[in-house]
């Protein structure tokens, strides 16, 4: 088990950027997939992006590919996503989540933060 903590969410502009960071405790952080989901108000959970355990493979939804970016620091158990060029349908509670395998369904990781929440105004 490894336990998440999210943080970095707020309110920005559309257009502007926002850094998401994910704190992982216990020290088997780096044999771990880590994924950003997020959620909008009446909306199921959805697939954001993913990263391997190196970092050197990496996963996106096509709504954000080009605008956001996954990334991870095993030596400090965090992983990050910096979101750019943000717009308001980016608006929802971010999760970051950590698995055996990458994956970009949720039944593919067992492990959940609280979630942060970002909200883009137009």
């Known amino acids: 088990q490894v336990q998440l903590v999210e943080s970095g969410g707020g309110l920005v502009q559309a257009g502007g950027s926002l850094r998401l960071s994910c704190a992982a405790s216990g020290r088997t952080f780096s044999s771990y997939a880590m994924g950003w989901f997020r959620q909008a108000p009446g909306k199921e959970r959805a697939f954001v992006a993913a990263i391997s355990w190196s970092g050197g493979i990496t996963y996106y939804a096509d709504s954000v590919k080009g605008r956001f970016a996954i990334t991870r620091d095993n030596a400090q158990n965090t992983v990050y996503l910096q979101m750019n060029s943000l717009k308001p349908e980016d608006t929802a509670v971010y999760y970051c989540?950590?698995?055996?395998?990458?994956?970009?369904?949720?039944?593919?990781?067992?492990?959940w933060g609280q979630g942060t929440q970002v909200t883009v105004s137009s």
């Open positions: 989540t950590a698995g055996n395998f990458l994956d970009i369904r949720t039944t593919g990781y067992g492990n």
